[in-house]
């Protein structure tokens, strides 16, 4: 396949770089500056698959580190077939799905492989898997699940406060444990930091606020998150046992919601984080609008915490962007209740669009560091980055090409996820994706839809360090 004349977001350069692609075989064989006579309808490149990309801008395939496709288990709500569909379309090439939402979780090598002989014949771009360590997993035994685990995931989630019964929460005597095994292991540890003591006390105040969305906020208010960050950057500081700081931190915070605990994150050299479009274009005032299509854990902040979000995305303080997609029917969205409504959010296909459009269209950052933040650094802390996250010879062929000027509106009803209630309905965006390519084989096109045969997507696992 030859990408040709396409202006290219090319490592570490903020100006677009006109250039061809070849991929042969599904990897990057050359980058070259293209013949400035390729034409719409000649082929002047012996005989491959042309695509002409002039006036294109051409990224590397885009990186979803957090998303919950919820197969096998819990597939009314996604699974991995709408869910990586819903990824290509909007220009993301490789997932990672969380471990805590299908059925069985993902906390021994026997339920990976029930999951992966599932979701191998449904996905159409490639995947990972994260492994769980859940209070479950304690009672028989953490290490040795994490050991037969570490082979085939990037990382480890976790949880400091959980509702699922599948999937206990870990106390901080145990998170400790998990965080020592894991770096032997050579494996990060997630967390969902949220603290259980805080909110066990909150949640009283605002079930008896209530049936508003301002009542769920103060269920969870910031100073939940906060607190459970500061405290699992020291249990992350104290598990390491001083000398250098690592090259790796041993942790990595999850759907980081609030300014303070991004500045935590960001003076602390055992830890990064990640935070989510939901919590930079929507807040607390947002919330009471919107209602429960835009509930999710931990709910949007009161301004200026997505101004603060932006900055440290800005800045570094904040490694990347991640969706944390997790959808639901109408039926289990809309219960009546605040408290019963589905607390998660279709986003993997909006999640490089808005960063686009609102991060970089916008001029909050540069285009080397859209890409850093929908793609290489994502693949870099997971140790995907020998063949994803960056446009160069010998990585794998995948391609997002965006249309850099094109307006167009958010529609849920048109999402290829199941889940099609989205806060984001009715936004107008900037830069549209017009093809997503993984490995050299284009799998979604904005005038077909996806255009791969469902299982096409190949499982991956960290390469060498």
């Known amino acids: 396949m030859i990408i040709a004349g396409g202006f290219l977001a090319l490592p570490g350069v903020d100006t677009p770089v006109r250039a ?15 013949d400035r006579s390729v034409g719409v309808s000649a082929d002047p490149h012996g005989g491959h698959e042309t695509i002409n990309a002039d006036g294109m801008l051409v990224l590397p395939g885009g990186v979803d580190p957090h998303v919950h496709f919820d197969d096998p288990g819990y597939t009314d709500r996604e699974d991995f077939l709408h869910g990586t569909s819903a990824a290509a379309s909007g220009g993301i090439t490789t997932v990672i799905d969380m471990p805590c939402t299908s059925i069985p979780p993902v906390t021994s090598a026997a339920n990976l492989q029930t999951k992966l002989e599932v979701v191998s014949k449904e996905a159409v771009i490639d995947f990972g898997f994260y492994g769980g360590v859940s209070g479950q997993v304690f009672e028989a035994g953490a290490r040795r699940s994490m050991e037969e685990l570490a082979p085939d995931v990037l990382g480890f989630k976790t949880y400091f406060i959980s509702g699922m019964q599948t999937f206990n929460r870990v106390t901080h005597t145990q998170f400790s444990r998990v965080l020592e095994i894991a770096a032997g292991l050579h494996r990060p540890v997630l967390l969902h930091a949220e603290d259980f003591d805080s909110i066990a006390g909150s949640a009283k105040a605002g079930r008896s606020g209530g049936n508003r969305p301002i009542d769920y906020y103060h269920s969870r208010p910031e100073d939940t998150e906060i607190l459970a960050v500061r405290n699992a950057a020291e249990l992350a500081a104290a598990a390491w046992g001083g000398g250098a700081p690592p090259v790796s931190p041993p942790l990595h915070i999850v759907h980081v919601s609030t300014g303070r605990a991004a500045q935590i994150i960001g003076s602390s050299p055992f830890v990064t984080g990640e935070t989510g479009p939901q919590y930079l274009a929507f807040t607390l005032e947002d919330f009471e609008d919107i209602g429960s299509p835009l509930k999710v854990t931990p709910p949007p902040r009161p301004a200026p915490n997505n101004e603060q979000l932006w900055s440290a995305l800005a800045n570094g303080t904040l490694g990347f962007v991640a969706s944390d997609h997790a959808p639901a029917p109408a039926a289990q969205k809309h219960t009546g209740s605040i408290w019963t409504d589905y607390g998660g959010i279709p986003g993997t296909g909006t999640l490089l669009p808005y960063l686009f459009s609102e991060g970089y269209s916008a001029d909050r950052f540069g285009l080397s560091r859209l890409v850093e933040l929908t793609s290489s650094a994502a693949a870099r ?35 290829l996820s199941k889940g099609t209630i989205t806060p984001f309905d009715g936004m107008t965006l ?33 390469g060498p360090r």
């Open 20 to 34: 061809d692609i070849t991929i042969s075989e599904g990897i990057i064989s050359a980058i070259s500056v293209p």
């Open 381 to 415: 802390r997971y140790g995907l980055d020998h063949r994803k996250g960056s446009l160069q010879v010998g990585m794998d062929g995948d391609c997002v090409l965006i249309d850099p000027d094109a307006e167009w509106t958010v529609k849920g009803s048109e999402f």
């Open 430 to 462: 900037t830069g549209k994706v017009t093809r997503t390519i993984v490995r050299g084989r284009v799998v979604y096109d904005a005038e077909h839809g996806i255009t791969t045969d469902a299982g096409s997507g190949v499982f991956l696992r960290r």
